[in-house]
């Protein structure tokens, strides 16, 4: 059988090795090859009993009391438990009132489950920039894209940074459009108090394997705020005779996984806020905002690259940015890209085939745009100069080596020359010019 269980102790940082040589140059790593994976999700003998024992309870019975209880955590109205994130963004989109033709505008950095659900649902996805420090969409990007025929705005809490709701919910009110969040990177995150899933008209969250809050594979759940927005979502999928019910298994292994879903938020808070202590010392790195009253779930840790703090500001953003990500990889530190450009300019929407024929584009014409990543200036700043920790912040990643990623930061922001070196001597295309990739 092949063991999860770590084959030795991760060593405790010590104060020498942010000063070694760097690993890409022939130094000891501060993470050692044998020691870089970890496990997730945690699986223990309570999510085995609870799947073992839900055999005993019908299919549907299993589900719906999983979906009660996540519904109530979350505080949502109504709840509708589907088989994938993209099957609960096009439940919460139908249960908004979205039509076929009708425009509902995103923002042009999320996955691309986002508008693909949009199209699902028969409509044209509007693509809008990001506020530069959250990430989110931007309200005042989203105010100059609406239309007649815009029916809703859909933000994306991305990363796990709930979006400007107050702003969004104005512009909302103020043109009669439906809210409708993506949620599916923000469990358990908090606006005023509110968790994400209830501050919309209606919601759609993913909970598949790799998220914060998992079920066992593929699930996810659509939340309503009023009876009328479930019933319409329900009444669609038994017209259309569209099976996107939840698994059993799924369901089961979430509930056992949600009694421990608050130790998991503590553990990745804690080791958001080490990270964070570490990363502003160092002068080229940043770490995410968080504005006030708002609780970031980290589903994603994005970091900012400041080269001015280092002297490097003469070299362009993007190429420091790859220096780094290679160096900090070297060190055994999973830092990623996650998106490399912006979504309307993934193929789907590129070509725009649809269901066949171009529809549902040619439903609506007028709102379809030909773009380049360069209508998305906010996004393309973040892709040149920001990289991504997924899921190295989370239970079960340990206390050291939370430690052992703050040390590995520091030891590469001491060393600007290094960066430097790589910046110059080697040949780094800008994100967006290499082919569109997704995580």
């Known amino acids: 059988m092949i063991s999860d269980f770590p084959s030795a102790p ?55 009391t999983f979906a009660e209880a996540y ?69 005042q990007a989203a105010a100059a894209a609406i239309t007649e025929r815009t029916r809703a705005l859909m933000p994306v809490h991305v990363h796990g940074l709930p979006a400007d ?7 909302a009110d103020r043109h009669g459009l439906a809210l409708v969040e993506d949620a599916s990177h923000a469990h358990s995150a908090t606006l005023g108090g509110k968790v994400a899933g209830s501050l919309g008209d209606t919601a759609g969250q993913s909970l598949m394997a790799d998220k914060n809050f998992p079920l066992g594979g593929e699930g996810g759940i659509a939340f309503f705020a009023t009876d009328e927005a479930h019933q319409r979502a329900v009444d669609y999928l038994e017209r259309h005779a569209i099976d996107y019910r939840m698994s059993w298994i799924a369901a089961a292994f979430g509930s056992s996984q949600l ?28 770490p995410p905002h968080v504005p006030e009253g708002s609780t970031h779930a980290y589903n994603m840790y994005r970091i900012t690259l400041v080269p001015e703090a280092v002297g490097l500001e003469d070299l362009p953003v993007h190429a420091v940015k790859e220096a780094v990500h290679q160096l900090l990889v070297a ?61 190295e912040l989370r239970s079960p990643v340990e206390y050291e080596r939370a430690l052992r990623y703050a040390d590995a930061f520091t030891k590469v922001a001491r060393r600007p020359d290094a960066i430097r070196k790589l910046a110059t001597e080697r040949e780094y295309p800008r994100p967006q010019e290499r082919a569109a990739r997704l995580g």
């Not at 709701?165 to 512009?171: E, F, I, Y």
């Not at 608050?262 to 010392?281: K, M």
């Not at 529809?359 to 040149?384: G, I, K, S, W």
């Open 71 to 139: 519904r109530s955590y979350v505080g949502a109205h109504r709840a509708l438990p589907t088989a994938s994130g993209t099957s609960s963004l096009h439940m919460a989109l139908i249960g908004a009132g979205v039509q076929p033709g009708d425009e509902v505008i995103v923002p042009a950095f999320t996955f691309i489950a986002t508008a693909q659900a949009v199209v699902a649902a028969k409509a044209v996805p509007v693509f809008v920039d990001i506020d530069p420090l959250t990430y989110c969409m931007d309200p």
């Open 259 to 286: 009694r421990r879903l608050p130790y998991y938020d503590a553990v990745r808070a804690r080791n958001s806020t080490l990270l964070a202590e570490s990363l502003a010392q160092t002068g080229l790195f940043r």
């Open 10 to 64: 991760l060593p405790l940082p010590t104060a020498e090795e942010l000063d070694a040589q760097l690993a890409e140059f022939g130094g000891e790593a501060i993470i050692p090859k044998e020691l870089r994976r970890t496990i997730f999700p945690v699986i223990t003998k309570e999510d085995i009993f609870t799947m073992l024992l839900s055999q005993r309870s019908s299919p549907e019975k299993v589900v719906d």
């Open 331 to 391: 060190e055994g530190v999973p830092a990623r890209e996650w998106q490399n450009t912006p979504i309307p300019c993934h193929l789907p929407f590129r070509h725009r085939d649809g269901f066949g024929g171009g529809y549902p584009f040619t439903l609506n014409p007028q709102a379809v745009r030909d773009h380049r990543p360069e209508d998305f200036p906010n996004v393309l700043t973040m892709l040149e100069s920001t990289l991504v920790l997924c899921r």
């Open 165 to 171: 709701v107050p702003a969004l919910r104005a512009l």
